[in-house]
Each structure stands twice: as structure tokens, then as C-alpha cells.
């Protein structure tokens, strides 16, 4: 089966522009979980979804992030305006349900941004 | 809350030579424990779980890693290591007993080196 995609797998944008960050996940995977690495720290969890509903958004920093998860397939996540410290890596992860809490998930390979 | 630490930052061993890659964690109640790695431009990989059963769990490429609940520990060790080893290794701990049972605790992550 194919993996989790996720694209851009850079981008670098000026303080204050938006970005918009896609993930597609496994075909069938209903559990979708952003997570983001900021400036080689800990890998910190930003939210998940069940199909098309946010099941925990504890994790999003603040208002300028945004993510929708239309139809329960792919996901995206807006961050406007974008601020320097939001630069580091944004991976994406799936799993089916009932199963990546035991089995560990499938994760994407990031989206690095970088924020001037 | 829960947590994870990885003490060290960098690991530099010898191709050949035995490795251990050390995480210790923090969880309320009865932890599941991963370990993941990440290569270059590539996303994280499942590499082996603790969820119960025998304290000396096996995963892929050889690795294996020992839950000790006393020292609350996970390290991950190889008897043998191959510069293909050199990478990014990140531990994880999931809460079984908390609300936020779904997301992952990650640590702040190891780079391992192999030397030729």
C-alpha cells in the first residue's frame, strides 16, 4: 500500500504569508494525527482526527493554526500569519482504528518550513 | 503528564561495536513504549513497541530494546552496528491510563553515528 504523503516537503515563506501544509493518508486510515518538531527538540503532537471530526486539537499552539480534514480523507493545515517560530518539521501520521495506539503509526515524511 | 527523556543529544560508536541508544519515561499509569527512527530526508519509522508481555521486546534491523518498569526505562540496543545505523532516533511513550491516550509523548531525539 502506498504510504503517507505529505507535500510540500519544503517551503520557506516570509513572516506573515500563509502556508498550507497537505497529508494524504493511507487509504483507510480514519486516524490522522499532526504532529511537528520545532528547532530539534521533542517531536510534539498537534491534533487527530476520526474521519472528518477533530477527536483532540490539545496540541495546536494557537489561532493561526487551522486544520480540516474534509470528507475524512486528505488533511491540511493552514498556519496565517505565519510567525518565525512556527519554522520546523510538520509530519503527518496515520493508522486505521483500533490499531495505531497498540502498533505504532505510519508517518509521512514531513514538511520542513522555514519561516524568514 | 506524561514524558520522555533521551539523554543524549549524539551517540558516536564504531561499526561492529554493541550500541545503546537511552530513553527514560514518565506516565501516570501503565505506559505502551516505541521507538522510532527517522533517515535522511525520510519519515519516522516504527522500529519495535512495548506494550506487555516479555520485558525484552525485538524489532526490525536487529534492534531490540528492554522495558525496565523499576528505573522506568526503554533503552534501545544493538549487539552489532553498521554504519547503515546512522540516523535520527526518537523514543515514545503513550499514557494507556490518561484522556489523551491516542497521542504520542515523544523525546527530543538521538543521533546516532556509526563510524567505518
Known amino acids: 500500500e502506498a504510504g503517507v504523503t505529505q507535500f510540500p516537503s519544503h517551503s520557506v515563506i516570509e513572516k506573515g504569508q500563509t502556508v498550507t501544509l497537505r497529508c494524504d493518508p493511507i487509504s483507510g486510515h480514519d486516524n490522522l494525527y499532526w504532529y511537528r518538531r520545532v528547532m530539534g527538540k521533542e517531536i510534539k503532537f498537534l491534533l487527530h482526527f476520526v474521519k472528518e471530526s477533530k477527536q483532540d486539537e490539545s496540541g495546536m499552539p494557537n489561532n493561526r493554526f487551522l486544520a480540516e480534514r474534509t470528507g475524512g480523507t486528505y488533511s491540511t493545515l493552514k498556519v496565517q500569519p505565519a510567525e518565525l517560530e512556527d519554522s520546523g518539521v510538520y509530519f503527518c501520521?496515520?493508522?486505521?482504528?483500533?490499531?495505531?495506539?497498540?502498533?505504532?503509526?505510519?508517518f509521512g515524511s514531513g514538511t520542513r518550513l522555514t519561516v524568514v | 503528564a506524561q514524558s520522555v527523556a533521551q539523554p543524549e543529544d549524539q551517540v558516536n560508536v564504531a561499526e561492529g561495536n554493541p550500541l545503546t541508544v537511552k530513553c527514560t519515561y514518565s506516565v501516570s499509569g501503565n505506559p505502551y513504549l516505541f521507538w522510532y527512527v527517522q533517515y535522511p530526508n525520510r519519515g519516522l519509522q516504527f522500529l519495535l513497541k512495548?506494550?506487555?508481555?516479555?520485558?525484552l521486546v525485538k524489532g526490525s534491523y536487529g534492534f531490540e530494546a528492554e522495558f525496565n518498569k523499576s528505573q522506568t526505562s526503554f533503552h534501545l540496543k544493538k549487539p552489532s552496528a553498521l554504519v547503515s545505523d546512522s540516523a535520527l532516533y526518537f523514543c515514545?511513550?503513550?499514557?494507556?491510563?490518561?484522556?489523551?491516550?491516542?497521542?504520542?509523548?515523544f523525546g527530543s531525539g538521538t543521533q546516532l553515528t556509526v563510524l567505518p
Open positions: 512495548y506494550i506487555t508481555g516479555d520485558n
Open positions: 515514545a511513550v503513550r499514557d494507556i491510563s490518561s484522556g489523551s491516550a491516542r497521542q504520542l509523548t
Open positions: 501520521a496515520s493508522s486505521r482504528m483500533g490499531q495505531g495506539e497498540n502498533y505504532g503509526y505510519t
